[in-house]
């Protein structure tokens, strides 16, 4: 079946780091768009970070920009967030996505979040 398994997150403080790894399988990983979303209490879920399905292009929300950096490894069927000088309105719970977009349809899948707290 298909899994989407986060690990990684924890408590940091202002100003340090956390790398988070989201271990995939059940599906053609090297196929499908990945991205990171959040979500902080109290509010909706936000697009972090996307990588296309080669690692080719990347997209940053603008909070994280020059910060975050995604990355993936297809033989490893693996995507990561190196995330640099967190703050603590990073602080969220911060899930996996993959998505695989056809004409008439879509498949997507989540994972069950890893949380991060950034402490001031």
């Known amino acids: 079946q298909v899994q989407l398994v986060e690990s990684g997150g924890g408590l940091v403080r202002d100003g340090g780091s956390l790398r988070l790894s989201c271990a995939a399988s059940?599906?053609?990983?090297?196929?499908?768009?990945m991205r990171w979303y959040r979500q902080a209490p109290g509010k909706e879920r936000e697009l972090v970070a996307v990588i296309t399905s080669a690692g080719s292009a990347t997209y940053y929300a603008d909070s994280v920009k020059g910060r975050f950096t995604i990355s993936r490894d297809n033989a490893k069927t693996t995507v990561t967030l190196q995330m640099n000088s967190l703050e603590p309105e990073d602080t969220a719970v911060y899930y996996c996505?993959?998505?695989?977009?056809?004409?008439?349809?879509?498949?997507?899948?989540w994972g069950q979040g890893t949380k991060v707290t950034v402490s001031s």
């Open positions: 996505n993959a998505l695989r977009r056809f004409p008439s349809t879509s498949y997507e899948y």
């Open positions: 059940g599906f053609t990983f090297s196929t499908y768009t």
